[in-house]
């Protein structure tokens, strides 16, 4: 893993879940989610590590999670992940990473 990577992953383990951040205002520990669908995979392969977001297990694989509910009818929920990736990179960029309570 590049430093690049790494980087990344830290402040999204530091951003905490997105869906919990926005939709609810709290900060909920996360693991990093691939992106799923054939728009963030070259044949067969994973997402790319900068096509990530965080999510914590409710939102990831629990009884709210993507990869439970399946791509289809989370994004219905909760938006296109498309829209979260843009969220939390905006959110790097804007290097508003280093407050663990910033709000939207
Ligand atoms: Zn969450
Ligand atoms: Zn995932």
Redesign the pocket.
């Known amino acids: 893993m590049n430093t690049r990577i790494r980087r990344r992953f830290n402040l999204l383990s530091r951003h905490g879940?997105a869906?919990?951040r926005y939709l609810l205002g709290v900060h909920?520990p996360a693991v990093i989610h691939h992106l799923v669908g054939l728009e963030y995979r070259a044949t067969g392969k994973k997402a790319d590590d900068m096509d990530t977001i965080p999510?914590?297990p409710?939102?990831h694989d629990g009884a709210h999670g993507i990869h439970h509910l399946g791509k289809k009818a989370w994004e219905k929920l909760y938006g296109p992940q498309s829209m979260w990736l843009e969220r939390v990179n905006r959110w790097i960029e804007e290097g508003r990473a280093g407050d663990a309570n910033t709000t939207y």
Do not use: A, F, Q, W
Request: aromatic share 0%; with cysteine; charged share 0%.
């Open positions: 879940c869906p919990c909920s999510l914590c409710n939102h």
